[in-house]
């Protein structure tokens, strides 16, 4: 199970609210992101993200195709991303998007959907260091469960 750690805007001045919690949701174990994301002091997300090693350092992932997720929520998008330690800004990632359906469901998202933010760094597999799901930049309650994150 990861050791999933909660993040907001708050950390640059944002007003996001936000909590994780671990549940169980419909007979499965989960951690559940639930908040308020507000643009306000140019804010606008709230996080919940895990290391892949206890250290922090990099895990290779070059024997995988992408990262499964098995997740529930309210309909809404959210932003599925990784770090590698390539990265050495917060702002900088890799990024793709998702739907969070009312039921559960699993979904595989290969490591070629990931688009380079604000970095020219391409994604590098066997530097992967951190996982997070972000609920990020428009106004919206947050509710997002995960009951299993993998790497396939």
């Known amino acids: 199970t990861p050791d999933w750690e909660y993040v907001a805007d708050r950390v640059m001045g944002g007003v996001s609210t936000g909590e994780i919690s671990a549940e169980e949701r419909d007979g499965r174990a989960a951690t559940r992101l639930t908040g308020s994301v507000s643009l306000d002091n140019n804010g606008g997300f709230v996080q919940m993200a895990f290391d892949l090693q206890p250290d922090g350092s990099a895990f290779d992932a070059s024997a995988y195709t992408g990262v499964a997720i098995t997740v529930r929520g309210n309909g809404e998008d959210y932003d599925l991303r990784l770090r590698t330690d ?18 559960w469901t699993t979904l595989r998202i290969p490591f070629d959907a990931f688009q380079s933010h604000k970095t020219d760094a391409a994604f590098d597999p066997p530097r992967l260091r951190r ?3 972000l609920a990020i930049g428009r106004v919206f309650k947050a509710d997002v469960s995960v009951a299993e994150v993998a790497l396939y």
């Open 131 to 133: 996982i997070g799901i």
């Open 86 to 103: 390539q990265l050495t800004r917060p702002w900088q990632s890799f990024r793709t998007d998702f739907t969070a359906p009312p039921e």
